[in-house]
């Protein structure tokens, strides 16, 4: 019997489909509290357009670039939020200590709008003030010259900045002599990048736009589209009324995976009618999709056999030409159980059985996967797994099927393309050192993790952060925030303030910068960037709206500024490059294979894309073919056990991006004005003796140190029993840093295991 729920503060079931009206108007909120009307509409036209500024909302790729204006909820949010018309003056620094402003949520901080000058942390008064360009760069360079070390310097990147930014940021490091890049990919989709080139030979995704309108089936992997990849919902929704199955894997039931209504359509808009979108939803438990992705496996190669010699449920003839490793894989699915295979996804044998032969049926099918297979600390071998499955049906190399790592930042994909890696090829250094002739540092340096471990053991000193909120992004605040504070410099680029930038070191500087939607004039008129979608498309952006203060300068001209001040015999002509971006795009193109004729090509409507051998079947890697892996058992970390231990998922809200809070509501989950909820199943609570609505204590089981969070309302939720989940960045608390994947460094930010009792005080 299901008991009456007693009301919640915030907490109101939401019955309506994703998208509709609630999106428009939660656009038309965002555009009041953010921008001058008058200005929005057409800015927001611009975003996405041929001679406008790609959207910093998401990676997901443009069909229509060159034509229609397509409508975008969080899309919207993420340009009004750049072109606010609320600034931090010198005027509000002066009356506001530092120490003050930490005390102020994440929310707020941003929320007061644009930074508009250069600022130096004053410690006598405890305030940021303003400095000259030149005065902070010449300090920065003498600082920075002055370290015994250059591996004592970390440079962060955040995935916004674009090719040209990255480029000459990975320049100025290299000249100086570091491979310390900790880069927001190490904290997303690092297991891709590592994973998929052992498998495939190339760590991007396979499939283009073209592939969604000749597959046959999609499975959906860990991911929430509805909030994060909003314009994917439209291909989604196409798909969906095209009756192509789409099968979803995700412990959350997420609303838009189930109904959504197309705010370009019509009809759905003007009948309040909408589309169901997944034709299927298995609440796989956190971390349990491996023990999934084996069981479909496993039930195809059954299901093979049970057909008898000649099926081609199983591509032998693709598997025989293009593969290795498969008996391996083959015999590890033989011996593993399908009881453990149960317990550890929480689905049953007849489900992965009913998935496989949906799979065995369709000709092309597509696998889309998100965080929730990445921030696992399997997974890199989460990612090998898609990839093995894809491959037994040959489903890579083909029209209507591949693999779609759904990317993060708007260009995090471009920056690793132009060498933002701490694990550089030696291929990439001895193009640097033939065209510019300084001496790269060969000596692998430091990701996210390690770069801030070498801050919190205090062997590394300086910061320099190419955007981003580094700090509160990674685990473990605790351990990061001192960190943070006992360097002896630190150096953000960035357009709004955050907690970051107020943990301030020593000497602290923060440079503000142009935003993407900003008009970047330079000596040679107005520039354009570069970025790389998703899909490998490499095509121009350009600003053009008054940028929000005369003071700000672009995030190429800040690197060379600093590269310039610091480095004094730099063979680098740093300012010739910033008078002329184009001029960066062809070193970019001498050092870096596949952007042949970088400036013509990225001339035309869409751009170019970046070679992708695999959709030709060629397969890059040491054996030249592609690679089946096995993954031995099903579990996700083996260690951790007992009946009281959930798995803690930190997740995004719908009105956040990342570390930035556009307002306090997730709308689909059903929660308005608060962020301090945990979701949890009803069986879950029944077992500790907790109600819906209740103060709850939680604590992570694995760490060293005690990690808890305390008095957060428990709310009941329709997630995969076993399985809990809290918003990001808050619930960073209970990440600890060392509780990683270990292939690729990533944090497991998605199967941290705790445990939950009644709050203590109260
Ligand atoms: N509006 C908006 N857009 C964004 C961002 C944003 O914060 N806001 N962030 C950008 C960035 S950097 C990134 S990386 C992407 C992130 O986009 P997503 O990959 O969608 O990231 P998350 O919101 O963290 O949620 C992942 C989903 O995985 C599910 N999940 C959690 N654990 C598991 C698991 O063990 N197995 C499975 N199968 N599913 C699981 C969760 O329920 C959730 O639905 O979005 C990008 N776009
Ligand atoms: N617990 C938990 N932690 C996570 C995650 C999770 O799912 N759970 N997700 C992880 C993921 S996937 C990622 S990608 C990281 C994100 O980590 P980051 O990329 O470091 O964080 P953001 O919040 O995107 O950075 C926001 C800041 O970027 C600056 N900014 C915005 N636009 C620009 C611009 O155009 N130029 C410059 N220079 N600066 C700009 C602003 O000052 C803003 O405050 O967080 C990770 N942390
Ligand atoms: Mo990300």
Redo the contacts with the bound molecule.
């Keep these: 019997m299901i008991k009456k729920k007693r009301a919640v503060p915030g907490i109101r079931p939401y019955d309506g489909p994703a998208g509709g009206w609630g999106a428009l108007k939660a656009t038309a909120i965002a555009v009041k509290t953010q921008m001058e009307t008058f200005e929005a509409p057409v800015t927001l036209m611009r975003t996405n357009q041929p001679d406008g500024f790609d959207c910093p909302?998401?990676a997901w790729p443009d069909k229509e670039h060159h034509s229609t204006f397509q409508f975008c909820e969080?899309g919207a949010k993420a340009v009004t939020w750049e072109a606010t018309s609320k600034r931090v003056t010198p005027e509000f620094l002066a009356a506001n200590t530092v120490t003050s402003l930490l005390e102020k949520t994440d929310f707020e901080l941003e929320g007061y709008g644009r930074l508009t000058h250069p600022l130096v942390y004053d410690s006598a008064s405890d305030t940021l003030r303003p400095v000259e360009w030149e005065d902070a760069f010449k300090r920065i360079g003498e600082l920075l010259r002055g370290m015994q070390s250059p591996d004592q310097v970390e440079f962060y990147t955040s995935g916004r900045a674009s090719n040209e930014a990255a480029y000459l940021f990975q320049l100025f490091a290299r000249e100086f002599g570091t491979n310390n890049f900790p880069d927001?990919s190490n904290m997303?989709h690092e297991p891709t990048s590592v994973g998929l080139p052992q498998s495939i030979g190339i760590g991007k995704g396979t499939v283009s736009l073209d592939d969604f309108d000749n597959t046959e089936l999609v499975i959906s992997?860990?991911?929430?589209p509805g909030?994060?990849?909003p314009r994917m919902m439209g291909t989604l929704h196409e798909l969906a009324r095209r009756q192509i199955p789409i099968i979803v894997?995700?412990?959350?039931r997420?609303r838009a995976l189930e109904r959504f209504a197309d705010p370009q359509n019509v009809i759905e808009m003007a009948t309040y009618s909408s589309t169901n979108i997944a034709s299927t939803y298995y609440q796989?438990k956190?971390?349990?999709?491996a023990a999934a992705l084996k069981g479909i496996a496993k039930a195809l190669l059954e299901y093979d056999a049970a057909q008898g010699a000649g099926s081609n449920v199983i591509d032998r003839d693709f598997i025989a030409e293009h593969t290795q490793g498969f008996e391996q894989f083959a015999t590890d699915l033989a011996t593993t159980p399908w009881k453990d295979i149960e317990a550890e996804s929480g689905l049953t044998q007849e489900d992965l059985e009913q998935v496989a032969l949906a799979y065995a049926k369709s000709k092309a099918t597509i696998i889309t996967y998100?965080?929730?297979?990445t921030q696992?600390n399997k997974g890199t071998a989460n990612v090998r797994l898609i990839a093995d499955l894809l491959l037994m049906r040959g489903n890579i190399g083909k029209p209507g099927a591949g693999i779609c790592p759904?990317r993060?930042?708007s260009n995090v994909q471009g920056n690793r393309t132009v060498g933002i890696t701490e694990k550089p090829s030696p291929e990439f250094l001895a193009n640097l050192e033939n065209v510019f002739g300084f001496v790269a540092p060969k000596e692998h340096g430091h990701d996210a993790v390690k770069g801030m471990q070498s801050m919190v053991e205090g062997t590394s000193k300086a910061l320099i952060c190419l955007g981003g909120n580094f700090a509160v992004a990674l685990p473990d605040p605790d351990l990061c925030f001192p960190a943070m504070k006992s360097l002896d410099l630190s150096v953000h680029l960035g357009t709004k303030l955050n907690r970051s930038h107020l943990l301030v070191a020593r000497e602290t500087y923060i440079l503000p910068c142009l935003g993407r939607t900003e008009l970047d004039m330079q000596d040679s008129g107005r520039q354009s960037i570069t970025v790389e979608d998703s899909m490998s498309m490499v095509h121009a952006s350009s600003g053009k709206l008054k940028p929000a203060s005369p003071f700000l300068l672009s995030e190429p001209a800040i690197v060379a500024g600093m590269a310039k001040a610091t480095l004094q015999d730099s063979k680098v002509p740093w300012m010739e490059l910033v008078a002329d971006y184009s001029i960066i795009r062809d070193l970019i193109e001498k050092t870096i294979p596949g952007f042949d004729k970088y400036n013509e090509r990225i001339a035309q409507p869409g751009g170019f894309r970046m070679p992708l051998p695999p959709t030709e079947r060629i397969w890059p890697t040491p054996t030249g073919k592609a690679m089946f892996s096995v993954f031995s058992g099903v579990e996700e970390d083996a260690e951790v056990q007992g009946d009281d231990v959930l798995r803690l998922?930190t997740?995004?809200s719908h009105d956040?991006?990342?570390t930035t809070i556009y307002a306090m509501d997730d709308r689909y989950r059903g929660v308005f004005g608060r962020r301090d909820v945990l979701f949890m199943h009803d069986i879950d609570l029944e077992k500790r003796g907790l109600e819906h609505g209740d103060l709850v204590d939680i604590e992570t089981v694995v760490a060293g140190r005690k990690l808890r969070l305390e008095n957060i309302t428990v709310i009941s939720y329709n997630i995969a029993p076993g399985s809990v989940g809290a918003y990001y960045p808050e619930a960073n608390v209970l990440v600890p840093l060392d509780y990683i994947d270990k292939e690729s460094g990533t944090p497991s930010y998605?199967?941290v295991p705790v445990r939950v009792t009644h709050a203590t005080a109260s």
């Design positions: 909302g998401c969080n927001c997303c992997i860990g991911h929430n909030t994060n990849h894997f995700n412990p959350l997420e796989v956190a971390g349990g999709d998100g965080m929730g297979i696992h759904l993060g930042h998922i997740l995004r956040q991006y990342n998605k199967s």
